[in-house]
């Protein structure tokens, strides 16, 4: 099984487009520093030949770009594609497919929540039904993802996606609309869980004997956003627990058998980002690793 990091950064990238906090200015005026990264994506292949994309990020043109063996390799139109999962509605995972429009058929999988927001907003009909075939994904069903590769759809705690909030959010709820992923191969199991508001009990009994965990690493502390003077939300409200601290995922995971655990989709304001902060030596002396665009992982 081999895993490549399309995309490591949380909704908005890294720099932030309209951002000025001190990571976003690091990343721009010392990339050595702070390595700017595109919102989260994996590609996921079992031969090097076929992939399975995991959510598909509005730069997933440039991601692809970046990536030889994504590219096409024969005929006048051809894609190594084979099929793409869906998390969770939100629009960094989403918005990519609709730069995938050239009627190359794959495969859609996601829950039926997440694929009736998908038939609720008609722009996505330019995945055309003849080409891509929308397939639901129901809760702990194994899948074969690609030929040979199973995964399995698991509810993790979250929320809705933000655009589809109403008056009212149940922030932890353990449904359709926000999902983890376990891929399995050979007695192997990796897990994609970008989005997480926190480690149940049940979670934690799931990834105990892990290959590899790539999990939310959105805040370093919920507080963040607020602490740095650019939003007004805690990690909490936005359905995403902090690495750090004794509810962090850290001190969560801390005693679950995992052999390689790395943090992925992590927001622009996260001073982990920096390569020789003291947060990313806390991180590393914990045992975790930090994503970036490009990464490979050979569980």
Not at 73 to 88: A, C, E, G, M
Not at 256 to 283: C, K, Q, Y
Request: aromatic letters at 6%; proline letters at 6%; one cysteine or more.
């Amino acid at each position: 099984m081999r895993v490549r990091v399309l995309g490591s950064a949380a909704g908005g990238g890294l720099p932030q487009w309209n951002c000025r906090c001190a990571v976003c200015r690091l990343a721009r005026a010392e990339p050595q520093r702070v390595i700017p990264r595109t919102q989260s994506s994996i590609a996921v292949s079992n031969d090097g030949e076929h992939w399975a994309l995991i959510n598909c990020a509005p730069e997933v043109l440039s991601q692809l770009q970046r990536e030889p063996a994504l590219q096409p390799n024969r005929d006048d139109r051809h894609t190594p594609i084979q099929s793409i999962l869906v998390t969770n509605g939100d629009v960094d995972h989403v918005a990519g497919l609709l730069s995938l429009r050239e009627r190359s058929p794959f495969r859609l999988y996601a829950t039926p929540e997440i694929h009736g927001v998908l038939r609720s907003n008609p722009i996505f009909n330019v995945l055309a039904p003849d080409c891509v075939e929308r397939r639901d994904v129901a809760l702990d069903s194994r899948i074969e993802l690609l030929p040979g590769l199973m995964a399995t759809v698991f509810a993790v705690p979250g929320k809705t996606a933000l655009y589809l909030e109403g008056d009212e959010v149940d922030i932890g709820a353990e449904g359709e609309s926000t999902v983890g992923v376990e891929f399995e191969l050979d007695g192997q199991r990796l897990y994609y869980i970008p989005g997480c508001a926190t480690v149940t009990p049940r979670l934690a009994e799931r990834l105990e004997g892990a290959s590899a965990l790539l999990f939310d690493g959105t805040l370093w502390r919920d507080d963040e956003m607020i602490h740095a003077g650019v939003g007004q939300k805690t990690g909490q409200r936005m359905g995403h627990m902090s690495m750090s601290g004794p509810q962090g995922s850290m001190t969560a995971l801390a005693d679950v058998a995992i052999d390689r655990r790395i943090f992925i989709h992590i927001n622009n304001t996260n001073p982990v980002l920096i390569e020789d902060s003291a947060e990313r030596r806390e991180a590393e002396d914990a045992g975790w690793e930090i994503a970036f665009d490009g990464m490979e992982i050979t569980p």
